[in-house]
C-alpha cells in the first residue's frame, strides 16, 4: 500500500515538469515590441492590448522550452507574451530599445552568464550584445547564445570593397566565431540561435566565417521560411559540438500566423518563430 502511495505521489510531483529528455528550441524576432508610447521612430506601430493577446496566444501555440527573442525592450514587456508562471525571462543589459534576451519555461534550471558586449561592436554603433546562458535540461549542460546581428548587409556581396554595413555585420560574424571557438576548446555542446540578418545558404564568406572554428548543424539549411510568403530564412539556429547528434531529424517548425493580410506585420512581427527539437541524452 505504501509502495502505491509512493508512486501516486512521484506521478504528481512530475506531471507538470518539462521533460527533461526532449527540448524544443526556439527562436523569434518581436518587431519593435514595446509597450512605450511615445519617444519611437515614426514608422512603428504600437501595440495594442489585443495585439499583445494574439501573441501571447502564438507564444502558448509555439510551446517551446527555450525561445530567443529579439527587438523587445524590456523583460515586462516581454511577460505580456510569455507568461510569468510559465516562464523565466533574462533580457541582455544593453541601453537601446531593441534588446535581446531568453525565455526560458519554468522548472529548466540555468546560469546567466556575462553578456558578450563585444557583439555590439561599440557604443556609437547602437547594435545589441548577445544573451549568453548554461542551460541545464537534465544532467548534461548547453551553452545557448542569443543574438540579433546587423541590418543591412542581407543580400549584399562581401567583395573588395563592402559596405559599411557588412563590415560591421562581419565583425559580429568573427566575435560569434571566436566564442564558437571557445564552446570547442571547453568541449560545451552548444547553440547560437537568433536573427543573424543574413541568408546563410549562400556559400560565402559569412557562413564560412562563422563554421571555421568546428562544424555546425544549422536547423534552417537547404529551407526557405513560410513566413509571410517563401522567403530565404535570416533566423537561424546553429547547433554545435556534441549536441549535434541531439537534433531530431525533421523537426524544423515555422509558426505562421494565421493572419493573412500584410496589415498584420506590425500588429504581430514581420517574422515568424523558427523552431527545432532536440533529445538530450541522459
Not at 113 to 135: C, E, F, K, M, Q
Not at 217 to 226: D, I, L, V, Y
Request: contains cysteine; glycine residues 4%; neutral net charge.
Amino acid at each position: 500500500m505504501r509502495a502505491w502511495w509512493l508512486a501516486a505521489i512521484l506521478s504528481l510531483l512530475t506531471a507538470g515538469a518539462p521533460h527533461a529528455a526532449e527540448l524544443k528550441i526556439a527562436t523569434w524576432n518581436l518587431n519593435w515590441l514595446t509597450s512605450r508610447q511615445a519617444g519611437l521612430p515614426s514608422d512603428v506601430k504600437i501595440r495594442q492590448p489585443e495585439d499583445f493577446d494574439r501573441l501571447r496566444a502564438y507564444a502558448e501555440e509555439l510551446n517551446a522550452d527555450l525561445v530567443a527573442i529579439e527587438e523587445v525592450d524590456n523583460a515586462d514587456t516581454a511577460r505580456r507574451v510569455f507568461a510569468p508562471d510559465a516562464y523565466s525571462i533574462h533580457m541582455s543589459h544593453d541601453r537601446v530599445r531593441q534588446r535581446v534576451g531568453i525565455a526560458v519555461r519554468r522548472g529548466l534550471s540555468y546560469d546567466v552568464n556575462p553578456d558578450v558586449t563585444a557583439i555590439a561592436l561599440d557604443p556609437v554603433a547602437h547594435l545589441r550584445s548577445g544573451v549568453d546562458i548554461t542551460l541545464h535540461p537534465g544532467a548534461k549542460s548547453l551553452r545557448v547564445l542569443a543574438v540579433h546581428l546587423k541590418q543591412g548587409c542581407q543580400y549584399l556581396v562581401f567583395d573588395r570593397s563592402p559596405r559599411t554595413t557588412c563590415v560591421e555585420l562581419m565583425s559580429q560574424f568573427d566575435i560569434v566565431a571566436q566564442w564558437i571557438a571557445a564552446r570547442r576548446d571547453e568541449g560545451m555542446p552548444f547553440l547560437v540561435l537568433g536573427d543573424f540578418n543574413r541568408d546563410l545558404d549562400k556559400n560565402d564568406k559569412f557562413i564560412r566565417t562563422i563554421a571555421a572554428p568546428t562544424p555546425l548543424t544549422r536547423a534552417t539549411e537547404g529551407f526557405s521560411s513560410p513566413c509571410w510568403g517563401h522567403e530565404a530564412f535570416i533566423d537561424h539556429i546553429l547547433i554545435g559540438g556534441t549536441a549535434r547528434a541531439w537534433v531530431l531529424p525533421n523537426t524544423l517548425r515555422v509558426l505562421a500566423y494565421r493572419e493573412s493580410d500584410p496589415a498584420w506585420k506590425e500588429r504581430l512581427s514581420d517574422h515568424c518563430p523558427v523552431s527545432v527539437r532536440l533529445k538530450v541524452p541522459d
